[in-house]
C-alpha cells in the first residue's frame, strides 16, 4: 500500500506585519467579527479515529510536536487574555485529546479568570477521572465525542478498541459534576455508523429532567489531507433530520446566540433537543467568529487552511501585551476566507492542516 505522509503544518506558518488595534469591534475583510477562540493544547490522542487520525498515517512517519515547541500553561493564558481584551468571550480547549495533556485543570483554573466562557471538547475516555477537578477549576461545560452507542461500531471508528460504557460513564460523570447539559458529538459517515442516528437519539431522549443531554449530529468533514473524504460520504443533516423525525417528530428551534453553528430541534412530545452541524450541506462561513490556536502557537482563521500565522515566535521574542493584541487583530482584520462556502471534490484534495493539529 502508498505510504500517506501528513504534511507537517509547522512548515507553512508566517507572520503579518501589524497595524495599530485602535479599539471597537474587529472586523474582518467580510464584516465578521472574532468571538471564539479555539486551542488546541495538544495535538496527540489516544483514540485513532478513522475520519481524523487514520492509524496508517499517524502511526508511521507522522511528525508530532515536539514538547519544546508546545506552548505552556502560562503562554497560553497569556495569550487567551490578549484574545479576551478583542472580544473573545469563549474558550474552547480542544486538540487532539485535550486530556491526555498532563495537569489540564491547572490551565482551567488560569484561564476561569478571564471573562469568557470556558469550554472543553473530548473523546471522553478520560473525563470520569478528571470531571470534578475541572469542574473545581472553574470549567463551564464539555461536549463529548461519541459515534455509536452499538460497541462494535465505536470500537471499530475510534480504532483503539474503546468502549461505549466507558465514554457514557464519563459522559455521566461530566453532568453529575455540573458541567451540563452536556452535548454529545456524533461525526456521521455513510455506512460506517449512519446506522446508530436514530438509537443515538433514543438514548438521550428525555435523560435528565432538565435537558441535560444533548446529542449533536455533525456532517464528516474533509478536515486535513489524510481521511481521504468523498462526498458520497457524507450523510445530509437533512436527512438526520428526516429519519429521527419519522420515529418521534421534531420541530426548529432558534439559534442560542448569532453564530451558534449547531441547527437546534426539539422533540414535539417535550423530550429534549437535537442538533445538526452541517457545515458541507448548509456553509456558515459568513457568520463564523472563530479564531484558531493551535498547540505550537499558530493562528488560524479557518478549520480548513493550509497555513497559520506564527505568535509563538512574538510571544517568545518579548513581544508586549499591545504587541500580541496588534498582531491578533491584524490576522482576523485580513481575514478572507470562506472554504466550506466553495468546496468541491477537487478543493477537498487540498493540503490542509490535519484537525488534530488545529484543533477539532
Ligand atoms: C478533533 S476532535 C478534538 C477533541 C476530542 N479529541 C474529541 O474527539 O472530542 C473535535 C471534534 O471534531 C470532530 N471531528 C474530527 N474529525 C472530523 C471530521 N472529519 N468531520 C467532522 N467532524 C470531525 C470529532 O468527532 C470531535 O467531535
Ligand atoms: S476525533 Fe478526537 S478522539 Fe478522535 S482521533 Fe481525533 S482528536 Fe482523537
Keep these: 500500500m502508498k505510504k500517506v505522509i501528513a504534511l507537517h503544518p509547522a512548515a507553512a506558518t508566517a507572520r503579518v506585519a501589524a497595524p495599530v488595534f485602535q479599539g471597537g469591534p474587529l472586523a474582518d475583510t467580510r464584516g465578521r467579527t472574532m468571538h471564539d477562540l479555539r486551542i488546541s493544547v495538544t495535538d496527540r490522542c489516544n483514540f485513532r479515529c478513522v475520519y481524523c487520525m487514520p492509524r496508517e498515517v499517524f502511526d508511521s512517519n507522522y511528525r508530532f510536536l515536539r514538547h519544546e515547541d ?20 469563549k474558550i474552547r480547549l480542544t486538540g487532539g485529546e ?36 475541572l469542574k473545581k477549576a472553574g470549567l463551564d461545560r464539555v461536549t463529548v465525542s461519541l459515534d455509536s452507542l452499538d460497541d462494535a461500531t465505536f470500537r471499530k471508528m475510534n480504532d483503539a478498541d474503546f468502549p461505549v460504557a466507558k465514554v457514557i460513564e464519563g459522559i455521566e460523570t461530566a453532568a453529575a459534576a455540573g458541567l451540563g447539559p452536556v452535548k454529545i458529538n456524533m461525526v456521521v459517515k455513510r455506512g460506517v455508523n449512519d446506522q446508530s442516528i436514530v438509537d443515538m437519539a433514543e438514548y438521550w431522549r428525555g435523560k435528565g429532567h432538565t435537558h441535560l443531554f444533548i446529542p449533536r449530529f455533525i456532517e464528516y468533514m474533509d478536515v486535513g489531507s489524510t481521511n481521504g473524504w468523498r462526498m458520497d460520504d457524507v450523510v445530509p443533516s437533512a436527512e438526520v433530520v428526516r429519519r429521527i423525525s419519522a420515529r418521534w417528530p421534531l420541530e426548529p428551534v432558534g439559534a442560542n446566540y448569532p453564530g451558534e453553528v449547531a441547527e437546534r430541534w426539539r422533540y414535539l412530545d417535550g423530550a429534549g433537543e ?12 459568513s457568520s463564523c467568529t472563530r479564531m484558531r490556536l493551535s498547540t505550537e502557537g499558530s493562528l488560524f482563521t479557518c478549520l480548513f487552511a493550509q497555513s497559520g500565522h506564527d505568535l509563538k515566535s512574538l510571544l517568545r521574542s518579548g513581544a508586549s501585551d499591545d504587541e500580541l493584541r496588534n498582531e491578533i487583530a491584524a490576522v482576523w482584520q485580513r481575514r478572507a476566507d470562506r472554504y466550506s462556502e466553495i468546496r468541491t471534490e477537487f478543493t477537498s484534495k487540498n493540503k490542509k492542516v490535519e484537525m488534530s493539529y488545529i484543533g477539532g
Design 70 to 89: 508546545i506552548l505552556s500553561f502560562e503562554e497560553i493564558a497569556r495569550l487567551a487574555r490578549a484574545f479576551v481584551g478583542l472580544g473573545v468571550n
Design 98 to 133: 485535550p486530556l491526555v495533556r498532563r495537569n489540564l485543570d491547572r490551565l482551567v483554573e488560569m484561564l476561569a479568570e478571564l471573562d469568557a466562557e470556558i469550554t472543553l471538547t473530548t473523546n471522553g475516555s478520560l473525563l470520569a477521572k478528571q470531571a470534578a477537578a
Design 274 to 285: 437535537i442538533g445538526v452541524i452541517s457545515s458541507v450541506t448548509q456553509a456558515f462561513c
